[in-house]
Each structure stands twice: as C-alpha cells, then as structure tokens.
C-alpha cells in the first residue's frame, strides 16, 4: 500500500483505535517516513511484549499513534496538531490547568 499524494489528502473517517485502522490512514494521508516509523515501533512494541509477556507496549504505542492517525485523516488538523507539538517543544505542555485529562479525552474520543 501506498501513499497518496496527488492533490488534496483524502479525507477519512475517524480511524478505531487498531493497528490496522491507524496504518489505513497513514498509508492514505501519510508521507512514506511516517508510516515505517509506525511499523517500526508497533514491530518493537510486539517484540517487547513477547519478551516480557506483558501487552502494554503495544497498547501504549496503538493509543499514542491513534492520535497521529486522527490528525493525518484530516490535513487541517494535521496543520493544527503539528503548530501544537512544534509550541509544545518550544514553550513546554500547556499549565495543568489547561491539560485535558485522560478520562476527557476517553469520554471526547472513545479511546
């Protein structure tokens, strides 16, 4: 599967929180270097979990790269969630004020 570049990014529905629904939407949306970093880590979180016996590294990994996927389905909020970790890195996380909290973002995503 590859991406498709030509003209404006498809546009996709939210993807469900699976291996196989991020990686539809990168491989849609994405640029090639993003996806095999994806197939990269999910490879290394399922080798750690075979290590240790343990299914948290491939659960962490699928939740934290949904958010990606949820922002390259969109080019709009791809803009908007690069501009947030790029003042991120510069700036630091918003105050604990302004965090949302991960029951906030279970209630507002499904995730």
């Not at 570049?5 to 640029?31: E, F, S, Y």
């Not at 994806?38 to 075979?50: C, I, S, T």
């Amino acid at each position: 599967m590859t991406a498709s570049h030509a003209g404006r990014p498809q546009m996709l529905p939210r993807p469900a929180c699976t291996p196989a629904a991020i990686r539809a939407v990168l491989a849609a949306n994405a640029d090639p270097a993003v996806l095999k970093r994806y197939n990269d880590e999910l490879d290394a979180a399922f080798e750690e979990a075979r290590e240790h016996g343990d299914l948290t590294p491939p659960v962490q990994t699928v939740r934290r790269w949904w958010f990606e996927a949820d922002a390259w389905r969109d080019p709009d909020a791809q803009r908007e969630f690069l501009a947030r970790v790029e003042r991120y890195q510069r700036e630091g996380p918003p105050p604990p004020a302004e965090r949302i909290s991960r029951q906030e973002i279970r209630v507002q995503y499904g995730v």
